[in-house]
């Protein structure tokens, strides 16, 4: 449930009373009209119908510049609603001004994320050399890499140009830094034999592409049903700093040949996440407000799943040759 409070002037009140009416408001209420002439408004309604109401109550009250809109989630509210009502509700999709919430700060370049990326690198590097396969995942948790992926499949999903763009210089910003900190791991760190987790990110495989599909869509599937304890799953089944880290390490050591294999994985998970995550927004329907920038989004997702799906076909052949040269 989530309650939903407007912020405007006086004379919307009517309005607002109809919008709470067609989505089946459980609950509306005026408040009084202050000095300036504003009053304030709420309306209690379940998730399956949040994104129906914020989208009529934007089309009609976004020109005024005084209205505000806030999304109030309710933990608990009783009596319960009906079996049938909770059941439905379950199956809400967030609304895409709360799925932007959650991705937009993964977007972003900051100190924050510099300082993660360096320590997780460090850590990832530490469990890879010496075998340690607690330290690894310890490493991927940490990683803050997923965050951009999803971040521009959101942008995709809802046309948004400039969250694409920071998303993507955020995820290249942070592979490069993993890449550059790790090669230079690999040239000053003595290590005799190569470890079984360090190998483990030099094979691909087509089981590595099926796992990184999976993991993506159930990255998308969590951001979308507010499932978010998922995603420290998806972090561990399809991390993105291990193979960046082995790359770095293998190529700072000169083994040229598990540098490709450690690059394929890398390109592989990056590229099945993409797609994945794009097919799920595109199935549950996440798009812009207006019909115009829906059309504009629809046509730009499929181009999008287009060429993703053509890449990974792509690394699929690469990978079937490689293992025929093996």
Not at 41 to 48: A, K
Not at 76 to 105: F, M, T, W
Not at 279 to 301: D, Q, S
Request: proline residues 4%.
């Amino acid at each position: 449930m989530k309650l939903i409070e407007i912020i405007a002037a006086e004379g919307n009140a009517e309005t607002v009373a109809a919008i709470a009416e067609q989505n089946d408001a459980q609950d509306f209420r005026v408040g009084l009209t202050d000095e300036s002439g504003r009053q304030v408004m709420r309306m209690y309604v379940t998730n399956d119908k949040v994104q129906a109401a914020l989208d009529s109550l934007q089309n009609i009250l976004s020109a005024q510049p005084d209205t505000h809109i806030h999304v109030i989630p309710v933990e608990i509210a009783l009596p319960l609603p009906p079996e049938p009502e909770r059941k439905e509700e379950d199956k809400a999709v967030a609304a895409r001004e709360e799925l932007y919430g959650e991705v937009e700060k993964s977007s972003r370049i900051d100190a924050n994320y510099i300082v993660l990326v360096v320590l997780s690198t460090i850590v990832a590097a530490i469990g890879l050399i010496e075998d340690n396969v607690a330290v690894v995942i310890g490493a991927m948790v940490i990683a803050p890499l997923l965050g951009p992926n999803l971040a521009f499949g959101l942008g995709t999903a809802l046309g948004d140009i400039k969250l694409m763009r920071s998303s993507l210089f955020a995820l290249a910003a942070g592979i490069g830094l993993a890449l550059v900190l790790s090669f230079a791991l690999g040239m000053v760190w003595p290590f005799d034999h190569l470890s079984s987790e360090l190998l483990a990110r030099t094979n691909v495989g087509m089981d590595s592409i099926a796992l990184a599909l999976a993991s993506g869509s159930a990255a998308a599937l969590s951001l979308t049903t507010g499932l978010s304890s998922v995603l420290v799953g998806v972090m561990v089944a399809v991390a993105l700093l291990p193979p960046a880290v082995t790359l770095g390490l293998v190529a700072g050591h000169g083994l040229y040949s598990l540098a490709v294999g450690a690059a394929l994985l890398l390109v592989v998970n990056i590229v099945s996440v993409n797609l994945s995550c794009k097919i799920v927004f595109l199935v549950k329907g996440i798009a812009p407000r207006t019909w115009w920038e829906k059309e504009k989004a629809k046509r730009a997702n499929r181009n999008y799943i287009a060429a993703w799906f053509l890449t990974l076909l792509l690394l699929a052949v690469a990978i079937y040759l490689r293992s025929l040269a093996a």
